[in-house]
């Protein structure tokens, strides 16, 4: 760097054209923020209907009878179909469980809660027995006492159980918009694949950036069917078989089940004291068998359902897709089951092509050790 006499200030100390370059990153740094401050509040939203509109790209393709077809009216069509088919029965649902909670909190609110007297056996349960008697007998001797004593836990568990149904309906509506937001992605699905494949290859290369495209697409496909479609099955199943089988707040439970389901735990901490309540209620033994067996087969569909689904048409293992997703989730809710398991596929991915590169030092030494016998 050559310094001219009347230089001063910062050009003392920077070539001008480095000094043009900071000023452009500083720009282009502060254009990146604004934008991202801006489009924050939309971000889940946004996140969601691409999430949805991927998944259900085909079934619109197929209804558009393929990219010749009229793109925005079979994405109309798909989303109409799926808000009459799933979004009324998942407002009722959802419509259900807040009822449910709001009258249950009022119950206990107004005294008009009944408990009825256990039996003596209770007292003879192990470990818990005695203390679980003597709970029991008190609040069915004299309830509003017993509340009493429990006020500042019912209170404060009444609180969460109301937060908990207003948020059921907004969780809902959520997912409507973002299914709306989604077939509105659908109807540009071809031109929006195509630029975030120039995207990739801009990132990457122009090799892979193509490959790149097709194992996110594949990756968020395959947690969509092998989590959130398998537990939405096993909810669906179970729920029939909880209002056939005259189980109390048979959609509460089909909604636990679904999330018990997506955040990977066994349907059966539901379908098993459920099949004990069908016992205990008594009725006819031929029909608690029947019901029995019957929520035993769903409990269980997810062991059968989820190594067909789970990782089908990845380039990348089950483990790493599951990992992947139950990771995101922990870290970033429901939406980081696909947010982490593409990122741990695409992660898998690009290590396992930087480690087959081929390199003919690495490759001979790798095939002259191959070569020798055996040590005995």
């Not at 760097?1 to 720009?27: A, T, Y």
């Not at 077809?69 to 259900?96: D, E, F, H, K």
């Amino acid at each position: 760097m050559v310094m001219s006499e009347d230089s001063s200030g910062i050009r003392q100390f920077l070539p001008e054209d480095m000094l043009d370059v900071l000023v452009k990153v500083g720009l282009i740094a502060m254009m990146v923020v604004v934008c991202f401050r801006i489009f924050a509040p939309f971000m889940n939203l946004l996140l969601w209907g691409l999430i949805l509109g991927v998944a259900l790209y085909p079934l619109q393709q197929k209804i558009a009878g393929g990219p010749e077809g009229n793109q925005g009216r079979s994405a109309t069509l798909l989303v109409l179909g799926i808000l009459l088919l799933l979004g009324a029965p998942t407002v009722m649902i959802a419509s259900s469980f807040a009822t449910h909670i709001y009258d249950l909190v009022d119950a206990f609110r107004t005294n008009q809660v009944s408990v009825p007297i256990p039996a003596e056996s209770v007292a003879g349960w192990p470990i818990i027995g005695e203390r679980l008697y003597a709970a029991w007998s008190a609040a069915a001797t004299d309830l509003p006492s017993y509340l009493e004593t429990l006020q500042p836990q019912l209170g404060e568990l009444g609180s969460a159980a109301l937060s908990s149904a207003a948020g059921a309906m907004g969780n809902v509506l959520f997912f409507l918009g973002a299914l709306v937001v989604g077939g509105i992605m659908m109807a540009f699905g071809e031109s929006g694949g195509a630029a975030t494949e120039r995207i990739l290859s801009k990132l990457t290369s122009k090799e892979h950036g193509p490959r790149l495209h097709q194992l996110i697409v594949a990756t968020i496909r395959s947690v969509a069917t092998g989590v959130i479609g398998v537990a939405f099955i096993q909810a669906l199943l179970l729920g029939i078989g909880f209002v056939l089988a005259g189980i109390p707040a048979a959609g509460l439970l089909a909604i636990i089940v679904m999330i018990a389901g997506i955040i990977q735990l066994p349907a059966a901490i539901i379908s098993l004291p459920a099949i004990g309540y069908i016992w205990w209620a008594g009725g006819d033994t031929t029909m608690n068998v029947v019901w029995t067996i019957y929520l035993l087969i769903a409990g269980m569909a997810d062991n059968v359902l989820k190594p067909m689904l789970l990782g089908r048409g990845v380039e990348a293992p089950m483990p790493v897709i599951l990992i992947g997703a139950l990771g995101g989730m922990v870290s970033a809710g429901i939406v980081g089951l696909f947010i982490g398991a593409v990122a741990l596929a695409v992660g898998y991915k690009l290590f396992m092509d930087w480690v087959n590169q081929a390199d003919p030092e690495v490759d001979d030494a790798v095939q002259a050790r191959g070569t020798e016998a055996p040590v005995a």
